[in-house]
């Protein structure tokens, strides 16, 4: 792979990893009360789907979390583009 292409392939790479780690949820069968928990490493949404009184259709989401979890996912990446191009550079212009 192209020298400069790994910058670009990494943040893509990371996109996909920051989509999947907000978007992605956890199901807990847990007796009379079975709901699925959004965002890692912060749980920011919580949709809770049967309750001890039957189903439920009940969605918590925390937008502090989701903004904290956000914010270290896109940290990481811009971390992550900064490490890459002072390896990727070759001092020539």
Do not use: E, K
Request: hydrophobic letters at 50%.
């Amino acid at each position: 792979m192209h020298r400069r292409l790994i910058p670009t392939a990494a943040l893509a790479l990371m996109a996909v990893v920051t989509l999947f780690a907000l978007t992605w949820g956890f199901r807990y069968n847990w007796p009379d009360y079975v709901h699925d928990r959004y965002g890692l490493p912060l749980t920011w949404g919580v949709h809770t789907l049967v309750t001890i009184q039957g189903p439920a259709d009940i969605w918590r989401v925390d937008v502090t979390a989701l903004f904290l979890d956000l914010a270290l996912w896109l940290g990481i990446t811009a971390a992550s583009q900064v490490v890459l191009q002072t390896i990727s550079c070759d001092g020539s212009t």
